[in-house]
């Protein structure tokens, strides 16, 4: 069977997702709303093959641990469901970035992974019905396949374009702040915080209205009303995590000292505005042309180990010359 190729990019949410209105269909309870990032990526090769006895998962060059294993394996199942396929797959998956570190890289792995095992299974899927199997594996995972400003609403199966990263082209720089892997991944820390935070509630109830000022000032290409929103959507979402029990604290000192070097910048003119995910990364939002001044103030801040800056990215696609199939448009 053909060997398909896709690519994608991994997405920062500037309204956070954090909670599931069904947890057995892995359906959001917030909208969320992301832009797709230029500069992480992940690319990923899927071919059906008649004599493996079991799915063989390699990410960034080594065999997939259980747990990333078996989300791969569950999404293999669904699209040989759909394809009435019974062989196995050899999916062979790398990153442009450190994976699993709260840089969103199953957002970027599993849409990629939609689009190239689909492929491979010979389906003829629209971009829609590939964002529909991505946020089964992962939600976040559903804005991936578009570009630009992309907005997954509260309840649904898939996510959708918003407008083209044109449109309000900023830039995102990333302050990595920790090498390895997080403590807690994002499932357990959002099905903990659903069961156990007093603030959880809070959260689901405001978010909507959140989401709907951040689309608005994206729409109004205005930084200045979008920048604060953003911060309150991360910090709302921490301060609900903060409230589980036991707590979970994503953020490291680093994270708060790249927090306060942003608000530095913001009062002597620097137009920065921070967000955090479930990681202790920073991710910092400014105009393209204060990027290399931003990222030069966060890499001197201790402990920060390495910046990323990332403009507008594109949507996912397969690899032309080596697929046969090409996904249509919804
Ligand atoms: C903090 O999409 O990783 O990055 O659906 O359980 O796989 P699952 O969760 P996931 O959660 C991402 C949470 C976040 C915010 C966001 O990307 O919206």
């Not at 991505?134 to 578009?146: E, N, W």
């Amino acid at each position: 069977m053909n060997e398909c190729v896709a690519v994608a990019h991994a997405n920062i949410a500037l309204a956070k997702y954090w909670g599931k209105a069904d947890e057995a269909r892995n359906i959001p309870a917030v909208p969320s709303l992301s832009l797709t990032l230029d500069a992480l990526r992940t690319r990923t090769s899927v071919a059906f093959v008649s004599d493996l006895v079991e799915d063989e998962v390699v990410l960034d060059g080594r065999p997939a641990r259980e747990k990333e294993g078996r989300r791969v394996v569950r999404m293999l199942e669904a699209v040989r469901t759909a394809a009435g396929l019974t062989a196995k797959a050899r999916v062979v998956s790398a990153n442009s970035f450190p994976t699993a570190a709260g840089l969103a890289s199953s957002a970027s792995g599993f849409a990629a992974l939609a689009l190239a095992a689909s492929a491979a299974a010979g389906l003829d899927v629209s971009l829609r019905e590939a964002s529909s199997l991505a946020r089964a594996a992962s939600v976040s995972a559903a804005r991936s396949l578009y570009g630009g400003y992309v907005e997954l609403p509260a309840g649904a199966e898939f996510a959708e374009p918003l407008v083209a990263g044109s449109h309000f082209p900023l830039n995102m720089v990333v302050a990595l702040t920790r090498a390895g892997e997080k403590a807690v991944g994002s499932t357990e820390g959002m099905l903990r915080t659903a069961r156990t935070s007093p603030y959880y509630e809070a959260w689901v109830r405001q978010a909507p209205a959140s989401c709907d000022r951040i689309r608005r000032a994206i729409l109004d290409r205005n930084l200045e009303a979008l920048g604060p929103a953003m911060e309150a959507s991360a910090l709302a979402m921490h301060a609900s995590m903060f409230a589980a029990d036991p707590p979970i604290v994503y953020m490291s000192p680093t994270t708060v000292a790249v927090m306060e070097r942003v608000r530095e910048l913001r009062a002597s003119g620097v137009p920065a505005y921070y967000t955090m995910d479930a990681g202790p990364h920073v991710k910092v939002l400014t105009p393209p042309e204060r990027a290399e001044e931003v990222a030069a103030a966060l890499k001197a801040v201790p402990g920060t180990l390495n910046v990323i800056k990332c403009g507008p990215g594109p949507g996912a696609s397969l690899e032309p010359e080596v697929s046969s199939t090409k996904p249509g448009t919804t």
